[in-house]
């Protein structure tokens, strides 16, 4: 299984893992990040924060890699808090990066699944994200995971990079709730 060929004669790796996003992790995950980034249909973002900088706003418990199994991370994972008010403290934005050699091979699934795993026994009871309406293929992603869209964002801010450069876009407010935290039933009130 591990020798198949995809259909223009390339080796499919596998992701045999998912585990904690490490410091010595950040060189492939600011690649794949970069990708993202160039592609224009992922992020506003015009450039890759520093470690430092990505370090200090992503939450710890939730930042997760995928890797092949050559070892080699092929994804990444990560959740930020939505405010530093204590009512909000449930609530996380999420982003999720597949490398471009890996996209359309489930690893974004695997991802999101894990981080939803992680934000459910951290307390978690919003996961939340902002989608372009052209990213056909995170929306559907989003939505097999149990996420909903709230609203359309309309015009929140202009592109910098990509085929959108220049344009003012929209954005998808998915969410997803959680079936055991923050709920009456669940003793979460």
């Not at 710890?60 to 080699?72: W, Y």
């Not at 994804?75 to 934005?93: F, L, N, P, Q």
């Not at 999101?112 to 934000?119: F, Y």
């Amino acid at each position: 299984m591990l020798d198949r060929l995809g259909p223009v004669g390339r080796r499919l790796l596998l992701v045999i893992a998912t585990r904690p996003l490490r410091p010595e992790d950040w060189p492939p995950v600011e690649r794949i990040y970069a990708e993202g980034i160039e592609d224009g249909e992922a992020t506003f973002e015009a450039a890759t924060p520093a470690w430092e900088e990505f370090d200090a706003g992503k939450r710890a418990d939730l930042r997760l890699v995928a890797v092949d199994e050559t070892g080699v991370v092929v994804g990444w994972a990560a959740a930020s808090a939505v405010s530093a008010r204590a009512a909000y403290r449930g609530v996380v934005e999420h982003s999720v990066y597949v490398a471009r050699a890996s996209r359309g091979r489930g690893v974004g699934r695997i991802l999101l699944d894990a981080l939803i795993d992680a934000a459910e026994e951290a307390g978690v009871w919003t996961i939340q994200s902002s989608i372009f309406p052209e990213n056909a293929a995170s929306l559907a992603l989003h939505e097999a995971a149990g996420f909903r869209a709230v609203g359309r964002r309309e015009a929140i801010a202009m592109s910098v990079r990509g085929p959108h450069a220049g344009r003012w876009r929209d954005t998808v407010l998915v969410e997803r709730r959680s079936t055991r935290n923050g709920r009456e039933d669940a003793g979460g009130r």
